[in-house]
């Protein structure tokens, strides 16, 4: 059974920057590809961004392209999800997710999920 668990969360003023981890409790995390979703109050859960197994390829949502860099460190087993230039919009719970196979940004594809971490952006 693989955990997840998220850190860096936060309030942070629109412009900010904030760094989300993600630990993988696998010592061959490297095995899975990796998500962020958000989920923001009275909204389905969004695809933020995701890494392939050993990190060859990313893919981002189009409302965070630019911004918002997904990145693997093996040695920690940990991912992180480096967000720069949030916005109001970007508030929401952010979470964590884990599969094997190929990169997908369907959310039900994944089948290991963190308890998320809030991210709230002020105007």
């Known amino acids: 059974q693989v955990q997840l668990v998220e850190s860096g969360g936060g309030l942070v003023q629109a412009g900010g920057s904030l760094r989300l981890s993600c630990a993988v409790s696998?010592?061959?995390?490297?095995?899975?590809?990796m998500g962020w979703f958000r989920q923001a109050p009275g909204k389905e859960r969004e695809f933020v961004s995701a890494l392939s197994i050993r990190g060859a390829l990313t893919s981002y949502a189009d409302s965070v392209k630019g911004r918002f860099t997904i990145s693997r460190d093996g040695a920690k087993n940990t991912v992180y999800l480096q967000m720069n230039s949030l916005k109001p919009e970007d508030t929401a719970i952010y979470y964590c997710?884990?599969?094997?196979?190929?990169?997908?940004?369907?959310?039900?594809?994944?089948?290991?999920w963190g308890q998320g971490t809030q991210v709230t952006v002020s105007s």
């Open positions: 997710a884990a599969k094997v196979g190929s990169l997908t940004t369907v959310s039900t594809a994944y089948d290991y």
């Open positions: 696998e010592r061959t995390a490297s095995r899975y590809v």
